[in-house]
């Protein structure tokens, strides 16, 4: 341990005396944040961006009253500017559109809708999702929207004593619940400000960044007959590897830490109020690019090699997962579901906005999932590493 701990305080000094890396790994990210965020806040204008209405089948077996009040929002103006609705008579074909992609999502609405609402709970009610991520969002925050504000006023009716019975018309109640919706939507993650979107893109991608210079400093030390008289010392070859990985590690939290701090303070960036959940994205994300960055460095046997591979297939997973291109869709929105930033973007982002914030969960359960491979694998090659060196 001993050992270990030397080696990574070698490492995180001999990084420290490097100033074109320091100036690439901090100063570049919060330098991009700026001009992108400047020269592209127009895209992200609240009044100026209409977002691709989703096309929705709706499976109703709900005969109460919430029925009356679920059919007045669906046909109201504001929401028909999102949601095409089609009715359907079953679930069976509700599934096959969805597979034929005659609608984006489908809705399933059980018997006991009304029941649920009427006692101020929540309504149960099952969202199938078609192939657009972006879509189904879309869809489950106007959805979302609709069942938490009726289950809230019904719920305050019945503290005040009126017995479950709605004081409103079906015309007043569904005028009120889409005036609420319209309001949620101002959080929505299409209504992020372009600061907010880049400081969450770039983090990401120069969290990535971050990773590959551990693997390159393996090599290049390699290359430099410089760690063969570390191992002379003696040092066994994995506290070496171990070592120089660790300091990487906290090198590339620092980043993040400083990243976020900075963009809070300075560009006046709302993180959010889950912050925890943003932190174990930019850990994940930092296993992930150091664990990746280890495997190629067992495979390539090259700085020069790795350094070339891996910053392209960086540049690569950035622009699919829409670093580059303002919420990318259709056929690189699925591309980009193979990118280690589309799981880590699409959860800071989340939980950045405080919507659908479930999702961002998953999300990060898919990236602990692929961190883990990766880290497998680097073990696997990290062996290949210190067969070099001996």
């Known amino acids: 341990m001993r050992n270990i701990l ?3 305080k070698l490492e995180l000094l001999q990084i420290s005396r490097m ?7 901090f100063v570049l990210p919060l330098l991009l944040i700026f001009v992108l965020g400047s020269a592209l806040s127009s895209q992200f204008s609240a009044n100026e961006y209409t977002p691709e209405q989703v096309k929705l089948a709706v499976y109703n077996q709900d005969t109460g009253m919430m029925k009356s009040i679920l059919h007045q929002f669906f046909q109201s103006t504001k929401t028909q500017e999102i949601l095409e609705v089609t009715n359907v008579d079953s679930e069976m074909e509700l599934k096959n559109r ?7 999502g489908g809705l399933i609405i059980p018997a006991t809708f009304s029941t649920e609402i009427m006692g101020g709970r929540t309504a149960g009610w099952t969202y199938v999702a078609g192939p657009s991520t972006s879509k189904n969002d879309m869809a489950r925050m106007m959805l979302q929207a609709f069942t938490d504000q009726t289950t809230q006023s019904q719920a305050a009716a019945i503290v005040l004593g009126v017995n479950g019975t709605p004081t409103n018309s079906s015309n007043q109640k569904a005028e009120s619940i889409n005036a609420v919706k319209i309001g949620k939507l101002q959080d929505n993650l299409y209504e992020a400000s372009s600061f907010q979107y880049y400081s969450c893109t770039m983090l990401i991608m120069f969290l990535l960044f971050g990773g590959m210079s551990s693997a390159i400093s393996l090599l290049r030390e390699r290359e430099n007959k ?8 003696p040092v066994a070859v994995s506290h070496v590897i171990l070592g120089k990985l660790l300091g990487a590690t906290i090198l590339s939290i620092m980043q993040g830490a400083i990243i976020i701090g900075f963009t809070g303070i300075v560009y006046g960036v709302d993180w959010g109020e889950h912050l925890l959940g943003v932190g174990l994205t930019v850990f994940f994300t930092v296993i992930a690019s150091i664990s990746l960055a280890a495997a ?5 046997k090259s700085s020069k090699a790795v350094e070339s591979i891996y910053s392209t297939i960086v540049f690569v997973m950035t622009f699919l997962s829409g670093g580059m291109v303002v919420f990318v869709g259709g056929e690189l929105e699925s591309a980009g579901k193979f990118t280690l930033n589309y799981w880590a973007n699409g959860s800071v982002f989340r939980f950045m906005m405080g919507v659908d914030v479930n999702t961002a969960w998953h999300l990060l359960f898919v990236l602990m999932g692929i961190a883990g491979v990766l880290l497998l694998l680097a073990v696997r090659f990290s062996r290949r590493v210190g067969s ?3």
Do not use: C, K
């Open 6 to 8: 030397h080696v990574m």
């Open 388 to 390: 070099i060196y001996e």
């Open 296 to 300: 190629l460095a067992g495979i390539l």
């Open 98 to 104: 969805i597979q034929a992609r005659e609608v984006d």
């Open 226 to 233: 410089t760690l063969q008289r570390m191992i002379a010392a």
């Open 19 to 25: 100033r074109s890396v320091l100036l690439i790994l």
